[in-house]
């Protein structure tokens, strides 16, 4: 338990991602039980396990930290200010198809603020994250900073619901809009993985609808792409967290400005 307490925010960060990411690849090919949440929506027992074990190593080092965990709920102080926010397996379905991309995201908010953050791909062997002013990928041990870039073209686009802003936006009208085709070239990941994507420049961006305040699924994702340099708004270039919700992460100004245009003309 000492060796987690001395740990940095990101550090702790970084290892609970891992510990779930462990997890979810010890896990994988099981036999695949689905807990059913209702509307379509489920769990399989990686999600609940790989979330006890992130939520253990937050436990052992900040016991007086709430957490929200896609699958608990909240648990800790009621009034703490330093909140947890974990997705032990963004793509379940992914996964309980046997299809190895997901990820496990865990992200610290203080205050307003998300200060430290890291999404992991148990299968890659990768770790994004960031202390609230770096960016970097680890692998093997080794960070190098991340570097968006939009030579790509290709642009995720999440089909998964909720859909908020519907009838205004629908995801798949975009991917429909001949000035779309005409400029990217769709991606349908099915996992925020591919938030994080866009901060390393696999992806020239991503865009989904739904509320993004402490929504454990975007927050690490979120993070790490700010303190990469990417552009970050809702559906509406507003801030994320304000205005119609919803999410343009770009990795630059030029593609931002692009796909704004393309989501307004759709409303």
Known sequence: MLRFVMMTDVELARAA???????????????????EKGGGDFATAADVAAER?????????RPDDAVTGEEGGRSGPSGAERMWLV??????????VRSPLVSVNVALRAGRDVTAAAAADPFAGEVFW??????????????????????????EVNLDPPFPNAPGFRAAALLADPGFGARFRP???????AVAWVAAGRRAA??????MHDN??????????????CVVTGLDGRPSLTGSG?????????????????VGSLR
């Open 187 to 193: 991606r349908v990941l099915s996992t925020t993985l």
């Open 17 to 35: 991602a891992l510990a779930g990411g462990a997890v979810v690849r010890d896990m994988f090919g099981g036999p695949g039980e689905r807990l």
């Open 53 to 61: 074990a992130v939520t253990d190593v937050i436990r052992a080092a």
């Open 246 to 262: 919803g999410l343009v992460v770009a990795s630059d100004d030029e593609t931002h400005a692009a796909l704004l245009e393309l």
């Open 216 to 229: 454990v699924h975007f927050a690490a994702g979120i993070a790490v792409c700010r303190a990469a340099g």
């Open 87 to 96: 997705d032990p397996l963004c793509g379940t379905l992914n996964y309980a």
């Open 130 to 155: 960031t202390d609230g002013v770096r960016a970097c990928l680890r692998r093997d041990g080794v960070d190098e900073p991340l570097r968006p870039s939009p030579d790509s073209n290709l642009v």
């Open 206 to 211: 991503y865009v989904t609808d739904g509320r």
